[in-house]
């Protein structure tokens, strides 16, 4: 079972504010991504971290922010939310070469809709 | 990063094996290969990694020929449950970035 953690899970907001999207991982891991990704639709990296005070964007462009402070902590964050923001919001991680395995942990999701 | 392609979709029956070929043309030396599954409404969960020949685990198989610029995943006997999207990746072994394609849409039916 994965120990990575999202909150919150479903979240409804108005135009404008000012959301964070919380994402914490308890298996040290290094690597951490956050996905974005439409219903039935393929998921698009947004930002990637591979360890503490580093941040990367990813293939899709996005007005979203994140930081990564803490090994185990990557919150992602949108200043002013726009209805085109709607989706749903998958934060992973991954340790470099563990036990063999290039595994990629996901949440469960957080599921923003923006109005 | 080496690109992927996979079929868009795919059906079968219950109780059939299902084989999904990833072409990853550019693969290089120190690449892996992985497959994940996703059901609607969650986050895709890894299935198996292979580097080359064959792989298997209690899940599913993994084929790679020699050139290693291809790879199937064989899913042996499948069920109503497996219905989901299966995503062909190709790591990087000392990358950070790790990018989903398209995936392919398999639907069991009964």
């Known amino acids: 079972e994965a120990d990575i953690y999202q909150t919150p899970r479903y979240l409804v907001i108005g135009t404008g504010k000012k959301i964070t999207l919380e994402c914490s991982q308890t298996m040290g891991h290094d690597k951490m991504y956050w996905y974005q990704q439409d219903p039935g639709m393929e998921l698009h990296l947004i930002h990637y971290?591979?360890?503490?005070?580093?941040?990367e964007k990813g293939d899709l462009s996005s007005e979203s922010t994140v930081s990564r402070i803490r090994t185990e902590h990557f919150p992602l964050t949108l200043e002013s939310a726009r209805p085109s923001h709607t989706s749903q919001y998958l934060c992973a991680s991954r340790a470099h070469y563990r036990g063999g395995k290039y595994e990629q942990y996901f949440g469960p999701g957080t599921r923003l809709t923006v109005t | 990063l080496a690109k992927t392609t996979q079929p868009i979709s795919m059906d079968s029956y219950e109780g059939q094996e299902v084989n999904i070929t990833c072409s990853h043309n550019?693969?290089?030396?120190?690449?892996?290969i992985t497959w994940y599954q996703q059901f609607p409404s969650q986050g895709p969960r890894f299935i198996i990694q292979?580097?080359?020949t064959k792989v298997t685990n209690e899940v599913a198989s993994l084929f790679i020929p020699a050139d290693r610029k291809s790879s199937t995943l064989s899913l042996p006997r499948v069920s109503l449950s497996d219905t989901a999207v299966y995503y062909c990746l190709v790591v990087e072994a000392a990358g950070n970035k790790l990018t989903f394609g398209g995936g392919t849409r398999v639907l069991v039916k009964p």
């Open positions: 550019n693969i290089a030396t120190n690449d892996y």
């Open positions: 292979g580097y080359k």
């Open positions: 971290s591979y360890g503490v005070n580093s941040t």
